[in-house]
């Protein structure tokens, strides 16, 4: 025995919805998978278009900025080069020896960077000012001096720095 409770017109109803409720799903789908499609050539497409023209032009603008870049360095350690090279150089010290005063005698001359430190004797207290006014009158950059404790020795030590940069000279 078969009970059925639902009314025949409800189920008559049902049917009459089941069929175009089918048909826009599968519409629905379809529209979906067509766009899918649609989408994936557009992007193959664009892949297509990079690949050919994009890519290259972009592998020229590298290579050119790694020139620039590799230039750029060359220009900075040359730059740098400029300023920390020493500054004890053969015409430096034909500068300082044609300079010496009389009654200058020269123990050390050493070299730092943008400096050049002198060490010596002086057999006035004068004698290596007047040497640091004549440095600074050929334009060699700042020249101080340093005095020293007389000791024991001969003469009055002294110690005359010479660097690059321009300015008035202190005495200590």
């Given at each position: 025995m078969k009970c059925n409770l639902v009314p025949a017109s409800y189920r008559q109803d049902h049917r009459r919805w089941q069929r175009p409720a089918c048909l826009a799903l599968l519409l629905i789908m379809t529209a979906c998978v067509g766009a899918g499609l649609f989408f994936q050539y557009q992007i193959q497409g664009e892949k297509a278009y990079y690949t050919d023209c994009l890519y290259p032009v972009q592998q020229q603008i590298q290579q050119r900025n790694d020139n620039l870049r590799h230039?750029?360095?060359?220009?900075?350690?040359?730059?740098?080069?400029?300023?920390?090279?020493?500054?004890?150089?053969?015409?430096?010290?034909?500068?300082?020896?044609?300079?010496?005063?009389?009654?200058?005698?020269?123990?050390?001359?050493?070299?730092?960077?943008?400096?050049?430190?002198?060490?010596?004797?002086?057999?006035?207290?004068?004698?290596?000012?007047?040497?640091?006014?004549?440095?600074?009158?050929?334009?060699?950059?700042?020249?101080?001096?340093?005095?020293?404790?007389?000791?024991?020795?001969?003469?009055?030590p002294f110690s005359l720095e010479v660097s690059r940069h321009e300015g008035v000279a202190k005495q200590d």
């Open positions: 230039g750029q360095a060359l220009v900075d350690r040359a730059g740098k080069g400029q300023h920390d090279r020493p500054l004890l150089t053969p015409s430096l010290m034909v500068a300082l020896a044609a300079s010496k005063p009389d009654g200058l005698v020269v123990e050390t001359v050493s070299s730092r960077v943008g400096r050049v430190v002198v060490q010596g004797r002086a057999a006035s207290p004068d004698t290596p000012q007047q040497w640091q006014r004549t440095l600074q009158q050929q334009g060699l950059g700042q020249a101080a001096v340093a005095k020293m404790q007389p000791d024991r020795g001969e003469g009055i």
